[in-house]
Nanobody
Framework: QVQLVESGGASVQAGGSLRLSCAAY????????????MGWFRQAPGKEREGVAV???????RYADSVKGRFTISKDNAKTTLYLQMNSLKPEDTAMYYC???????????????????WGPGTQVTVSS
């Protein structure tokens, strides 16, 4: 089993920056196997959960159009922590941000939340204008 724990959420002014972290906990084999595909999702009140950025095999990263050029997803060398650097934040970025992980079989789940096996409890990001 793998547990994910997010941190770094805060309240900031528009134009500011935040760095979210997602730490994976578990035995080495489970972490290696289950976190091949990782991603950041967010959910604002009254809205569906949406994909923000994903990190796939071979270093491939994908971003939602709404965050391209502003957000950067990365993993540390030990691949136990996922990051989301968020710059030029906008009020519409306000949401609960979740980290998700899944093993890769034929491919990674991309922005399909139902295909991720593990989720963190979330960290709140609030951007004021």
């Amino acid at each position: 089993q793998v547990q994910l724990v997010e941190s770094g959420g805060a309240s900031v002014q528009a134009g500011g920056s935040l760095r979210l972290s997602c730490a994976a906990y578990g035995d080495s084999y489970s972490i290696h196997y289950s976190t091949t595909c990782m991603g950041w999702f967010r959910q604002a009140p009254g809205k569906e959960r949406e994909g923000v950025a994903v990190s796939e095999t071979n270093g491939i990263t994908r971003y939602a159009d709404s965050v391209k050029g502003r957000f950067t997803i990365s993993k540390d060398n030990a691949k136990t922590t996922l990051y989301l650097q968020m710059n030029s934040l906008k009020p519409e970025d306000t949401a609960m941000y979740y980290c998700a992980a899944a093993p890769s079989f034929l491919s990674c789940p991309g922005f399909r939340p139902d295909d991720y096996n593990y989720w963190g409890p979330g960290t709140q990001v609030t951007v004021s204008s």
